[in-house]
T-cell receptor
């Protein structure tokens, strides 16, 4: 069984500050997705990373996939209140699964105050 | 496209009552997923369908839970009888292909008193 951990569980920062959240696994990810869930809404896909060492940028968000494909990070530069939400990095339940069988953890709750 | 539509948005019921949650997936999507989200357990996959056929229901907690997809545009998740521990937010999601992006609805917040 793959163990998936997200850290920190909760993060509260002021507008304009930077933050980083982490997703770690005891086993290799074949690929990894990051979702953001805003209050009262369902999760929305932000990015998919596939290659070890891959870095993807989405405006002020930078996603990095570890070289060994066991971990990933999400860095937000100059956070805005609109970045508030629950950040999730699901994994496949089994290595042979398609994206259809995603397993989500508790995620990291980010609160950005004005 | 209107996205995945779930109803109701909120449901409050008493223990022992039957609860039915509804979902309309995005038109043209072949896969439909039901999830449950709680503070303790996070977001859990309950069951998913492909072309209206249930593929994997291993996440369904017990026999009180059942899900159907009578056609490509409608699915239900039923809890009978409901219990307080079923209180959670239930999400429906759909995707075009098995390896494609899942689009989530806004969820149904269920409170069982």
């Amino acid at each position: 069984t793959q163990l998936l951990e997200q850290s920190p569980q909760f993060l509260s920062i002021q507008e304009g500050e930077n933050l980083t959240v982490y997703c770690n696994s005891s086993s290799v990810f074949s690929s990894l997705q990051w979702y953001r869930q805003e209050p009262g809404e369902g999760p929305v896909l932000l990015v998919t990373v596939v290659t070890g060492g891959e870095v993807k940028k989405l405006k002020r968000l930078t996603f990095q996939f570890g070289d060994a494909r066991k971990d990933s990070s999400l860095h937000i530069t100059a956070a805005q209140p609109g970045d508030t939400g629950l950040y999730l990095c699901p994994r496949r339940r089994l290595l042979t699964d398609s994206w259809g069988k995603l397993q989500f953890g508790a995620g990291t709750q980010v609160v950005v105050t004005p | 496209d209107a996205g995945v539509i779930q109803s109701p948005r909120h449901e409050v019921t008493e223990m022992g009552q039957e609860v039915t949650l509804r979902c309309k997936p995005i038109s043209g999507h072949d896969y439909l997923f039901w999830y449950r989200q709680t503070m303790m357990r996070g977001l859990e996959l309950l069951i998913y369908f492909n072309n209206n056929v249930p593929i994997d229901d291993s996440g369904m907690p017990e026999d009180r839970f059942s899900a159907k997809m009578p056609n490509a545009s409608f699915s239900t998740l039923k809890i009978q009888p409901s219990e307080p521990r079923d209180s959670a937010v239930y999400f429906c999601a759909s995707s075009r292909f098995q390896g494609n992006i899942q689009y989530f609805g806004a969820g149904t917040r269920l409170s069982v008193l």
